[in-house]
Each structure stands twice: as C-alpha cells, then as structure tokens.
C-alpha cells in the first residue's frame, strides 16, 4: 500500500514564500506524472502543476513565474516552491501521484495526498 504524506503549509503574508513537499511512502516501483491540485472554500478542485516521470513540467497560467514544481524519483516526492504568494493563493493544496507502480505490471491508477492548507494574508 502506498499513502502520499504532505507537509509545509502554513500562514503567510501576501509577498511572501512557502515550500510544500509530498513524499510517497510504501511499497513502489515507479510513479509516472505527480501533480498539485488546490481547492479553495467554494470551490472545485482545480489542477495548476504537474511533473512527469521524464521532469516535463506543465503551469496554470495563475502561477506561472510564480511556483515551481520538482520532482526527486528516487525518493519519491514532489516538492512546490511557492513564491510571490497573493491572498487568492489560499487555498487546500493536495498532491497526486498518477499510475504509482508497485511492480512493472501493476499499478495504482491514482493517489491523494491528505491536503495542506496555505493561507496568504493581505
């Protein structure tokens, strides 16, 4: 079993910077896209980073120049450097790990992490 543990959230002030990470604990063998969604009160989970196995990397225009995702494989996490933060970046923020491999031929189609909340002040 594989579970996604996050950490790093936290209050901040508009201007400033957090790092988030998310680590895969468990039994695997290899994770293909690992991504960043958040969700905001009211609303719907919206998708805004994404790192594939080969380090592609794909932005929302809402963070572009403004986050950074990166990706350790041999560790197995996904980290997101958040800067020049805006009240409107306050959000829950949760990681997903896509076709997690426990072997070659099997896999788990999909895996959340538990959410982390990030709150950006004025």
């Known amino acids: 079993q594989v579970t996604l543990v996050e950490s790093g959230g936290g209050l901040v002030q508009a201007g400033g910077s957090l790092t988030l990470s998310c680590e895969a604990w468990?039994?695997?063998?290899?994770?293909?896209?690992m991504s960043w969604y958040r969700q905001a009160p009211g609303k719907e989970r919206e998708l805004f980073a994404s790192?594939?196995?080969?380090?592609?990397?794909n932005y929302h225009d809402s963070v572009k120049g403004r986050f950074t995702i990166s990706r350790d494989n041999a560790k197995n996490t996904v980290s997101l450097q958040m800067n020049s933060l805006k009240p409107e970046d306050t959000a829950v923020y949760y990681c997903?790990?896509?076709?997690?491999?426990?072997?070659?031929?099997?896999?788990?189609?999909?895996?959340w992490g538990q959410g982390t909340q990030v709150t950006v002040s004025t």
């Open positions: 468990g039994n695997i063998f290899r994770i293909n896209d």
């Open positions: 997903r790990a896509d076709k997690v491999y426990y072997n070659r031929n099997h896999y788990a189609q999909s895996l």
């Open positions: 790192v594939s196995s080969s380090n592609s990397r």
